[in-house]
């Protein structure tokens, strides 16, 4: 009996759990999406997007209603049962504005989890609406245009409502401006509540008007370009152009009454440059009617009027100073000033930008009958004038120095100098140097005159004295400090540095013992124990004077053979006292006293250099770079005659540029005026050499070889011709 119960019971309990499993179905089916499966119940929601009015009210299965205010999720407070099912509506749509909300994703059934994938997107409703509000402060008999979303005008004529014509739709904006402000009297009208959203009828812009006021004044003296005024008010910035001169002027923008305003200057004008100011009380204020009184002054931009005296005639005997006041210049019939000697001069007072000057003689100077001529007297002032020339001996040759007596052979002519430095500057018309021919010359960077050498007569003084001609190799410059006249000194000649106690002997003794003489040998060694360097004496050199102010000799003759050695004089590290101390003369490079008559050294050979020779021509080109042409010397082959050989030295180093190695070569002439690599001049000596401007290279005449081949008879040429450097050809002119 036992038994038979337990068996029964057992039987029972399974039936049941049987039943049940077959009444729940499988755990977790259903079309409901979400988190939290399990057995139920579960939530309904989702999220909200677009939303913009108010009264959102959604509805679940036609009975659970949740009202809406915010974008984001949302979730139904009644829940859905295992198996259950949802239907999200919308039960009541937005207002204020109109809107209309759709779902998606909203209904489902077999719910197994909770739903959060509802989708609510809502979009406003565009409506008609008209765009208004109310005028004020609008003067009457006045106007004023106003324009909504940038096309739609309306013309108001008096205070009060208004209403666009063209409601808005679609995006329902609106954007009220003032397009044209009133005139007749000026105001200015703002807007407020101008702008936004019409979800109904606008009816509340407002348009306010007040009277509004121009501010300017007037500018005097602007002759610069660039000046631009700044109102504070607005920020606004008006350029004033110095084509209208004293001129009025006002900004653009005007200033509501009652607002304060200040003037000032933002930016100066350059070209000439000035400080324009406002006057003092005149650039601030508040504006209570227009504004005409700011007073902006630019000072007047002034320029010296000046120029040089040349070949005034001094006082006797030395050419002394003016003290008399009888030369007077006068400038614009008003402007006077008291000339005492050559030179520059300026008058005291400027004359402004613009105006004219006009320089003439008030009153001629005592010392001269004859009158003074003017060159670039007058003309109108646009910078500092210093170009106004007043020439009193009319750019005619003036006899400075020396005699007027040639110095044939039996009558020498002997140069003059002090052997003892003067106590006072020696009279300019004693000191002279020998009368010569041959000499090189060179002007140096302060514009004085400098001499060497030569064939002619030495300095007086010497023990015999020389009756015959021969090369020399003293050194004179002609100082450059009375204006167009200049003193004449032995260069070192009052040096006092002794060189030998016994007998007693200075460097300055030395100097002018050497110019008593003629045919002095050249000493080529470096200075030092008492030795000072110096080049032989010579004529026919060629010489160059470099960026620096030193100066260059090279080659010539001494009277028997020909040189080709190298030379520097230090000019430039001397003080305008020439006499105190002896320059150093260097030598560079070529031929000692030994080395006479040696040939040129042509490419391919290496190191070239030029032969000996004499009279020939030589040029600086524009940057500072020595140039070489011919003359009458040695070639490459040890020939003697004429060369036609161009050379270049630059950085210590002669290089060969164009021409021959050969001596008397013929001139190859091409076609006038076209260059060409194969044209060259023939050779010649004494020809005479320009640069330009342009760094051409120029050559006139001389004597040498012509273009006939067989050669003629060598004569006189006056053929033309131009090297260009940078394109290394000759042209025959």
């Keep these: 009996m036992k038994s038979t119960f337990k068996s029964v019971v057992y039987v029972s309990l399974t039936l049941a759990s049987l039943v049940l499993s077959a009444c729940s179905g499988p755990v977790g089916s259903g079309s409901g999406s979400g988190s939290g499966s399990g057995g139920g119940p579960f939530t309904v929601g989702g999220s909200v997007s677009g939303l913009a009015g108010t009264g959102l009210v959604l509805q679940d299965n ?63 409703n565009p409506v008609t609406a008209t765009i208004g509000g109310t005028v004020s402060g609008l003067v009457a008999n006045s106007s004023v245009i106003l324009q909504n979303n940038g096309g739609d005008s309306l013309t108001v004529t008096a205070n009060g409502p208004f209403v666009f014509k063209t409601p ?47 501010i300017g004044g007037t500018v005097t003296g602007v002759v610069g370009t660039g000046l631009i005024l700044q109102n504070s008010s607005n920020s606004e910035q008006l350029p004033i152009s110095p084509a209208n001169g004293n001129q009025a002027f006002t900004f653009k923008k005007l200033v509501p009454t009652g607002t304060p305003y200040n003037v000032t200057v933002f930016a100066q004008p350059t070209a000439p440059t000035q400080n324009c100011t406002v006057s003092s009380g005149t650039g601030t204020g508040t504006a209570t009617a227009n504004v005409t009184n700011i007073a902006i002054v630019c000072p007047a931009v002034t320029y010296s009027v000046g120029g040089k005296i040349v070949g005034l005639a001094g006082i006797l005997p030395n050419n002394g100073v003016l003290t008399d006041g009888s030369f007077l210049l006068q400038n614009n019939l ?23 000057y006009q320089v003439s003689v008030f009153h001629a100077a005592s010392t001269q009958s004859q009158g003074c001529t003017l060159w670039n007297y007058k003309g109108v002032v646009t910078a500092s004038v210093n170009t106004v020339v007043v020439d009193c001996g009319h750019n005619d040759w003036t006899w400075i120095d020396g005699t007027k007596t040639a110095g044939p052979i039996g009558a020498p002519q002997y140069g003059s100098f002090p052997s003892s430095a003067p106590p006072t500057i020696p009279n300019p018309f004693t000191n002279t140097p020998g009368a010569r021919y041959g000499a090189a010359g060179w002007t140096d960077k302060s514009g004085n005159l400098w001499l060497f050498g030569g064939d002619g007569w030495e300095l007086a003084g010497g023990n015999p004295q020389d009756t015959l001609n021969a090369p020399m190799n003293d050194l004179w410059v002609c100082v450059m400090s009375f204006g167009d006249y200049c003193q004449w000194q032995l260069q070192g000649a009052y040096d006092p540095t002794v060189i030998s106690a016994t007998p007693p002997t200075t460097v300055g003794a030395q100097i002018i013992a050497n110019a008593q003489h003629e045919g002095q040998g050249g000493s080529y060694l470096l200075p030092g124990n008492g030795t000072v360097g110096i080049p032989t004496a010579r004529l026919g050199a060629a010489t160059w004077t470099d960026t620096t102010g030193n100066l260059w000799l090279f080659g010539g003759s001494d009277g028997g053979n020909y040189l080709n050695d190298l030379w520097e004089f230090n000019a430039s590290a001397l003080s305008p006292d ?57 070639d490459g082959a040890g020939t003697l005659g004429f060369l036609n050989d161009l050379w270049e030295y630059t950085g210590g180093t002669w290089t060969f540029i164009s021409g021959s190695s050969l001596a008397n070569q013929v001139g190859i002439y091409g076609t006038p005026g076209v260059a060409s690599g194969t044209n060259a001049p023939g050779g010649r000596q004494e020809a005479v050499g320009w640069a330009d401007a342009a760094g051409n290279l120029w050559l006139f005449g001389g004597e040498g070889e012509d273009g006939n081949n067989p050669p003629t008879a060598n004569g006189i040429l006056d053929d033309l011709w131009v090297y260009n450097i940078t394109a290394k050809q000759w042209t025959f002119v």
């Design 334 to 356: 008003g402007n006077t000033l008291n000339i005492t000697e050559n030179g520059p001069f300026t008058f005291a007072t400027q004359e402004a930008l613009n105006d004219q």
């Design 578 to 634: 020439f006499t105190a101390k002896a320059g150093q003369w260097t030598w560079q490079s070529g031929s000692a006293t030994f080395g006479v008559d040696q040939n040129g050294i042509y490419p391919p050979t290496a190191n070239p250099y030029p032969g000996a020779r004499t009279n020939a021509v030589s040029w600086t080109d524009a940057s500072g770079n020595f140039w070489l042409f011919g003359g009458f010397g040695k």
């Design 168 to 214: 808005v739709s679609g995006a329902d904006i609106y954007a009220v401006t003032v397009v044209t402000q009133p005139v007749n009297p000026n105001q200015i009208c703002t807007v407020t509540n101008g702008s936004g959203t019409a979800t109904a009828d606008v009816a509340n812009v407002a348009v306010n008007c007040v009277l509004s006021f121009s």
């Design 62 to 124: 036609g009975a659970d209603s949740l009202t809406i205010t915010v974008n984001g999720s949302f979730t139904f407070k009644t829940t859905v049962i295992t198996g259950g099912s949802y239907a999200v509506t919308v039960q009541t749509q937005p207002s204020n504005p109109t809107q209309t909300c759709g779902v998606t994703a909203g209904s489902g059934s077999n719910v197994s989890a909770n739903v959060s994938s509802v989708v609510v997107a809502c979009t406003t």
